[in-house]
């Protein structure tokens, strides 16, 4: 079995951050372990606050994974201020770390904002160098770029731009936007698409934290980008086709839904 980690924040109501990466490595045969950035308080309809861990113990959660177990995959998502992305990018780059899925986490799905203004330049500087792709949603793209991304051709062109911020490669989610979702893959030389129907529902907390999680798992199972990539998206839409109506406001997506199906519970 392949080991995956995650780098994130925690979510209390479980549908996004490291509760989403970790029942998605296990969804897709893999194990999972984390290192905690920031605690949330959170449910489906908001967050109500947040704790940032230091730098200190981030640094120890990595460091004593890295020594004791062989990891295959690195999954990087809530990373709030620059402190915290610089001290990931430190660890990362000692134990030679390159098989990593950086989701750059910056405003929930309730609108809360989960990242400091000068953590955006370290994310880009520290990280985008080290992840072997960037899992951007249009909104993400749009505020690390500073272009509008809202229709296709944006997409493609906020790709290239981030490409050319350091990037080795870029998939942006187009899943926000009505019709067919249409997330943008680029990888310097080529642009792909990866289509998928619009699946009608307002249950879609976590959707980005499990769709870059998928793509660790599988890239730790050995699938060529391309192939993860287009693996993610069919158990990402699997998930929201089957989300959970929790809470009163955005419902997670079921990760767990084949596996729920064969105990009677779906």
């Not at 992305?85 to 899925?101: G, Q, R």
């Amino acid at each position: 079995m392949k080991h995956v980690l995650t780098i994130a924040g925690s979510d209390s109501c479980g549908g996004a951050g490291i509760q989403a990466d970790l029942k998605t490595f296990s969804a897709l045969g893999t194990y999972g372990m984390s290192v905690i950035t920031a605690i949330t308080a959170q449910n489906t309809q908001g967050v109500v606050d947040v704790r940032e861990m230091d730098e200190q113990i981030i640094a120890e959660q990595i460091a004593c994974l890295y020594e004791d177990i062989p990891i295959d995959a690195v999954k990087i998502g809530m990373v709030s201020n620059a402190k915290i992305a610089k001290t990931i990018a430190a660890c990362l780059s000692k134990v030679k770390e390159t098989n990593i899925v950086l989701d750059p986490v910056m405003i929930s799905k309730s609108g809360a904002v989960l990242i400091q203004p000068e953590a955006q330049k370290a994310l880009v500087d520290s990280l985008f160098p080290l992840a072997r792709i960037i899992t951007p949603n249009r909104y993400e793209a749009a505020a690390l770029t500073g272009m509008p991304v809202e229709t296709v051709a944006q997409m493609e062109k906020a790709a290239t731009k981030m490409v050319e911020m350091g990037a080795k490669s870029v998939v942006i989610k187009g899943g926000h936007a009505h019709g067919d979702s249409i997330d943008v893959f680029y990888d310097g030389q080529t642009v792909s698409y990866y289509t998928g129907a619009w699946i009608d529902t307002e249950n879609t907390h976590g959707t980005g934290c499990t769709f870059s999680s998928a793509i660790a798992a599988l890239l730790a199972k050995g699938d060529e980008l391309s192939r993860a990539l287009q693996e993610a998206k069919a158990y990402l839409n699997m998930a929201i086709a089957h989300a959970l109506p929790i809470g009163k406001g955005f419902g997670p997506t079921n990760h767990f839904y084949a596996l729920y199906k064969k105990a009677g519970q779906a």
